[in-house]
């Protein structure tokens, strides 16, 4: 990518994380932006979720081809069951020179297989895994990355303002990491949320918090209890999304994903409204 020209950035899936990098990319005069999403076609949604892509300086698009037809890096940023299925589409339009940068939370096996297919066209697939929300830290989001061509990449985009770590030449690993750290993450949210409703309803909130408290004492719990439940009313349907792919990692490992599958289950129940897309 010549830097002395015009980046040109296109965003399959325009949820939380397309919104959010995009309001730092527009910072950057060198930096173009497109999009697709699924709601820029809903009869519903369509002129409200394409008001809010023009606004942060995206130009809406009618589909993923229009989207990516000229774009140096295409960021897949969609919902986790459909990372496959978005890459398999993309075939029919990637090209030699563009880069697939799929921040997806999949399983390992499931960004191998979108490698192959997306390598295939002649473009360059990069795994990628944000390691936090994106919410607060936008595009300065730790990163990581695999692929042969992701140290590559993670410097151009470095250069832009983000934080990629390349952690590996080949596919997997990224996601590993990152879903391995998911069951934790996502399972110590589910367990505060119920903890956090059974001791509202019994009334002993002060005395398992203080008894919680002598065991970790550097944790405030009521505090904790209050955060997580919020993570996951704003962010349990992606959640739960993500854990299923950790469930799936789990399975094909060999291992037992009952517990995966559980908590992506409650993380479904906890949310609140609709909420999609992001890391």
């Known amino acids: 990518m010549n830097s002395s020209r015009i980046t040109k ?12 990098f995009a309001t730092d990319f527009r910072e950057q005069p060198a930096i173009s932006m497109t999009a697709f999403d699924v709601l820029f ?20 698009m009618q589909s993923a081809e229009n989207a990516c037809g000229s774009a140096d890096i295409i960021f897949s940023a969609v919902t986790a069951d459909q990372t496959e299925n978005v890459a398999r589409q993309a075939t029919a339009f990637l090209k030699s020179g563009q880069i697939f940068f799929d921040v997806n939370s999949a399983s390992p096996e499931t960004k191998r297989r979108a490698a192959r297919v997306v390598n295939a066209t002649g473009a360059d697939y990069v795994e990628a895994a944000a390691m936090a929300p994106v919410r607060t830290p936008g595009i300065a989001v730790p990163i990581l990355a ?16 983000m934080c990629i770590t390349s952690v590996a030449q080949d596919y997997g690993r990224a996601s590993a990491i990152k879903l391995c750290r998911s069951i934790m993450i996502k ?3 589910t367990l505060m949320v119920d903890c956090s409703k059974a ?9 398992v918090y203080a008894s919680l408290g002598q065991t970790f004492p550097s944790i405030d719990w009521a505090n904790l209890a209050d955060a997580m439940t919020e993570r996951v009313a704003t962010h349990g349907v992606r959640r739960a999304a993500e854990m299923r792919e950790a469930a799936d990692m789990l399975r094909e ?6 517990l995966a599958n559980a908590i992506a289950e409650a993380q479904a129940r906890g949310a609140k409204g ?6």
């Open 187 to 189: 399972g110590i949210e």
């Open 274 to 279: 609709r909420n999609i897309a992001g890391a």
């Open 253 to 258: 490992a060999g291992f037992n994903e009952a």
């Open 146 to 161: 695999g692929g042969p061509r992701s140290a590559d990449v993670a410097e151009r985009l470095n250069a832009m303002g």
């Open 199 to 207: 001791v509202t309803h019994f009334g002993v909130a002060r005395e």
């Open 9 to 20: 950035i296109a965003f399959i899936g325009f949820g939380e994380v397309g919104q959010r």
């Open 41 to 60: 076609l809903a009869t519903e949604l369509r002129e409200t979720a394409q008001a809010r892509a023009a606004n942060l300086g995206v130009a809406p």
